[in-house]
């Protein structure tokens, strides 16, 4: 059975995780992103203190996070929007009465 996932290879062995570095270099993003912005919507798994990520969860973000092609963005873009108000300004959604809001 052939799975559709990029494999990453190294030393003729192919990971089935890879370390955060190497997860970062795959998706062609720095270290620093990867841990802002992609690491917190990835499930890990430790061994020691190491946290390595499953390649297949690598696959995972990226079909969740891609783009629509561009027909599929041109059908967002026809479907109907709220219409604007009396004044030309689409509506704003109401904020609680100061009385109901927690204070900070």
Known sequence: M??????????????????????????????????????????????????????AELDRWLKDNEEPILSDRRQAAAAPRAEPSANGRAHQPQTAPKHHRQAA
């Open 2 to 55: 052939t799975s559709k996932l990029l494999l990453i290879e190294r030393d003729q062995a192919v990971c089935l995780a890879v370390p955060q570095q190497q997860a970062a270099d795959a998706l062609g993003i720095s270290l620093s992103h990867f841990k802002r912005h992609v690491a917190p919507q990835l499930r890990c798994v430790y061994s020691g203190r190491a946290r390595l990520y499953r390649v």
